[in-house]
């Protein structure tokens, strides 16, 4: 999703991968409301601006702390001066609100003795007579760059001595009349930041279809036609279309069962993926939905065998599962996505393991939701089923259901894949017996 | 006032050496110091480190860049600040070199400056598009040693060329050398059908064949071409290589029997990397390279002196190699051609 993200400045892009995930209401509403407004707004123009900020905050910060600079890093806070009142001029022309930008008028005046207001600095003749005069005598001395007889050549050094002397001088005074405004100018490039991510998440919403969420705490959580991005995307490249699925629960742990390559696993994945897009104030892949917040989303898929470690694929598995109990345990709010927990061994002990480990969650805070191919009994849970094989295409829909029986595809989903004929008309005389 | 008109006829020149310490600095600050600069907007940049005081290998004297009130020119931060002239800085650009950003600033009492600009050629000519905004007539950039790359067609227009007795201090093998080289510079632009097409292919070796049908021969670079089992001259009116055209590839078709009837194209002359044997045989042969863009050599220039000091006679060199290029030669240094 990040890549998709089209931040202009590095310094938004610093921003973003600094960012932390959000568990309170309060802030996500606060950073929705301001997406929302630049979501109404044609932001074409500001984005353009944007691509033109630097980070400068190392220059800022010497500023802060009463450091001369030098013109380089003048040119730097001019530079942002002048974008961050484009900008801002921008920003109450379209009136936008969601992002406030300090008036900075003052420290483009200091930089621009000769109000040519163009974004380029050198200490300017007008800044001190002397100056003026120093340069003067040099233009004259050197013209086009003949060689100098040896005298000439002296004089000439020791005018380019005064002018770096006085250069200095004023550098110095510019550096102490700055000094006041570079909290403002800290703010600026902060805010230039944020508004940047917002106009680019803004951006992904509209290119991707992404959805406002409502953000809950200890409540429902629930998505209408729910999608993965890049799932989407590559089926769109395909020519084929994407199934959104719908899905909610609350407390109680979830179990989704279905036939093989029915979507379980992905419908995992996007859970994990939108909790986590709604937590850092993201757009969130869904048609449209409601989060409730969680402090930490683990997601136990794949395999976790590691010859190196000398852990099985069961042991690597049970390890991680066991580190979400007792984080559950502990209160910890957790959203808790395990893909087929305990498939790799004996169905008899493994149906046994699920069944102790949604007995053991219970209804803890967060959610919990186990994707698996077997009967689990327990009547303290939620039940999806993908409706699966339906004349031969796969049909991802989730539907509650309240039987836990697992549906028996397999054999119909191998023999779709195009294995070898004696094996399939062996395995179902084998299941006739 | 020599070749200073003819430069003026082009937006984008690079000076090039074919040795360290041939006078290509020289050659620069000739060319800055009579250039018009109220008729002509000009920005200057270099590869790499250039305009230093001492030369960096050999600790010979080397003259400065000296750049005069209104021109533009880049160079990285470190050098940016310790330049000896006044300057307007007017952009920081998001080119990198070792030496810190590259920054772009405009002369307003000239002096001498350390210049050392962006060093790969994708972003040269980004440097040369980037000019645009600042209204720049004509872009200038110093080349690196040995290296041709920045005379790229593609990259600038017209190109000025510096040999000398650093190259070789033999006059003969100095002259020969370099013909050859100019000879490479001066090779045919292809007037075919196909150019265009050819013009947008961007890696391998191609073939056209007598009824214009564009074929990949399915390697990667001319460097691959002994994994190919067939004669691939056969049928074929051009062989095009987009990459470096080696030894290799031309004595494959200097030995095949179609070689009067297919001509070998590169994209320009900084793609050969052939010796100068290798391509006198292939010519005797019938063969033709020809190339899809070209660049307008305005002049050559030497430097008789060689960095140990041996002395080549000035008025020889530059006769001799005159006759031998039928291009005129400058010594800078020492005929202070009039203003």
């Known amino acids: ?433 | 006032m020599p070749f200073i008109e003819e430069i003026l006829k082009y937006d984008s020149l690079s000076i090039v050496g074919l040795e360290k310490n041939v006078g290509k600095t020289e050659c620069l600050n000739y060319i800055l110091y009579r250039l018009p600069l109220h008729e002509k907007r000009v920005a200057v940049t270099s590869i790499g480190i250039d305009g230093e005081n001492k030369d960096q290998v050999t600790s010979t004297k080397k003259p400065e860049i000296f750049l005069r009130e209104g021109m533009y020119f880049s160079t990285a931060e470190a050098h940016y600040k310790e330049r000896r002239l006044v300057s307007e800085l007017v952009e920081i650009t998001n080119e990198r070199s070792s030496l810190g950003r590259i920054l772009t600033a405009k002369v307003s009492v000239g002096g001498k400056a350390l210049i050392s600009g962006p060093s790969s050629g994708v972003s040269l000519r980004r440097w040369v598009a980037g000019m645009e905004k600042f209204g720049i007539d004509l872009t200038i950039i110093d080349g690196a040693i040995s290296r041709l790359s920045s005379a790229s067609p593609a990259i600038s227009k017209a190109m000025v060329l510096s040999t000398g007795a650093a190259f070789s201090s033999n006059i003969n093998t100095l002259v020969q050398k370099t013909k050859f080289v100019v000879e490479m510079i001066g090779l045919e632009k292809l007037q075919d059908g196909s150019r265009d097409a050819l013009c947008d292919i961007e890696s391998g070796v191609w073939g056209v064949d007598f009824d214009g049908n564009i074929i990949d021969f399915k390697i990667t670079s001319a460097l691959a071409i002994s994994s190919l089992k067939e004669d691939i001259t056969k049928g074929m009116k051009i062989i095009f290589t987009v990459g470096a055209l080696t030894d290799k590839l031309l004595n494959l078709i200097a030995d095949s029997k179609n070689i009067k009837e297919v001509t070998l194209v590169v994209k320009d002359f900084t793609k050969i990397f052939v010796s100068e044997q290798a391509y006198r045989i292939f010519c005797a042969r019938g063969g033709k390279i020809k190339v899809l863009q070209k660049s307008k050599l305005v002049a050559v220039c030497v430097n008789p002196t060689a960095p140990n000091g041996y002395v080549l006679d000035s008025d020889i060199l530059c006769e001799k190699l005159q006759d031998a290029l039928g291009l005129p030669v400058y010594d800078i240094v020492k005929n202070k051609y009039d203003i």
């Open chain 1, 1 to 433: 999703m990040y890549d998709t993200l089209d931040i202009m400045s590095p310094c938004g892009r610093k921003m973003l991968l600094q960012s932390t995930m959000m568990t309170t209401k309060r802030e996500l509403d606060f950073h929705y409301r301001r997406l929302n407004e630049i979501y109404d707004k044609d932001c074409a123009k500001i984005a353009h601006k944007l691509m033109c900020i630097k980070d400068i905050q190392t220059t800022l910060d010497r500023l802060a702390s009463g450091a001369t600079l030098d013109d380089i890093e003048l040119f730097e806070v001019k530079y942002l001066a002048i974008v961050s009142g484009e900008v801002l001029q921008l920003l109450q022309e379209q009136k936008i609100i969601a992002v406030g930008l300090p008036h900075l008028e003052k420290v483009v005046e200091i930089l621009d003795p000769d109000k040519s207001n163009i974004p380029s600095f050198y200490v300017y003749d007008s800044y001190s007579d002397e100056l003026r005069m120093v340069r003067k005598q040099m233009r004259d001395l050197q013209g086009n760059g003949e060689e100098l007889p040896d005298d000439k050549r002296m004089e000439l050094a020791a005018l380019l001595q005064r002018n770096a002397d006085l250069e200095l001088e004023i550098r110095e005074r510019l550096s102490g009349e700055l000094k006041e405004f570079a909290d403002d100018l800290s703010l600026a490039l902060r805010n230039l930041s944020v508004l940047d991510i917002l106009i680019a998440k803004a951006a992904q919403m509209k290119k991707l279809g992404l959805c406002f969420p409502v953000i809950v705490e200890d409540g429902e959580t629930f998505y209408n036609g729910m999608f993965n991005p890049a799932v989407k995307e590559m089926l769109g490249a395909q020519g084929r279309e994407y199934m959104p699925v719908d899905i909610c629960f609350e407390r109680e742990p979830v179990t989704i069962i279905g036939a093989n390559m029915g979507g379980k696993s992905v419908v995992l994945k996007c859970l994990a993926l939108n909790q986590l897009l709604a937590q850092f104030g993201f757009g969130v892949a869904a048609h449209d939905c409601c989060v409730n917040l969680v402090e930490e989303v683990i997601l136990c898929i794949g395999d976790e065998q590691s010859i190196v470690k000398g852990v099985s694929s069961f042991a690597g598995e049970i390890l991680a599962i066991n580190e979400v109990v007792k984080k559950m345990r502990d209160g910890k709010c957790i959203l808790a996505l395990v893909d087929e927990p305990a498939r790799t061994t004996n169905p008899v002990e493994g149906t046994a393991l699920v069944e102790g480990l949604l007995e053991v969650i219970g209804t803890a805070k967060g959610g919990f939701v186990l994707t698996t191919h077997y009967n689990i009994l327990n009547d303290k849970v939620k039940r999806y089923r993908v409706r699966g094989l339906r004349d031969g295409a796969m049909d991802y829909t989730l539907e509650v259901t309240h039987c836990g029986d697992v549906p028996h595809e397999a054999v119909a989903i191998a023999e779709s894949l195009g294995i070898d004929p004696q094996w399939i008309e062996l395995t179902k005389k084998n299941l006739n017996n």
